[in-house]
């Protein structure tokens, strides 16, 4: 259990650590949130379950947190509006690509 647990703490520690330069270009506390709850989403690629369920996970939750974070910034209509949409783009791929290569991973193993 605790392997576990330190795995999950070591893989949001990892993506924190590379989220710090968005402190410099998202300034509103809701924007970090933002950028927070995706690192905590990263605890996905973890878990223990099958590399197609950590795959959709990763890829649905990743591709929701980029809409919500752009939807959000058009309602408000934010100044900040390209940074927002920078940092959409930049969870979208990266969701895209990882949860992606799991589940490509998965069917090429079966």
Not at 26 to 32: D, F, K, Q, R, W
Not at 44 to 58: E, Y
Not at 70 to 92: P, R, T
Request: glycine content about 8%; overall charge positive.
């Amino acid at each position: 259990m605790n392997k576990v647990i330190a795995r999950y703490g070591l893989a949001v520690i990892a993506v924190l650590f590379s989220l710090v330069p968005a402190y410099f270009i998202l300034i509103t506390p809701i924007y970090l949130a933002w950028c927070f709850i995706w690192a905590c989403c990263f605890v996905f690629l973890v878990i223990n379950r099958s590399l197609l369920v950590r795959g959709f996970l990763f890829l649905t939750s990743s591709i929701a947190l980029g809409l919500l974070g752009v939807a959000y910034a058009k309602a408000i209509s934010s100044e900040y509006l390209w940074a927002a949409e920078f940092i959409s783009q930049i969870i979208v791929l990266v969701g895209a690509g990882v949860g992606g290569n799991f589940i490509a991973v998965y069917f090429l193993n079966r």
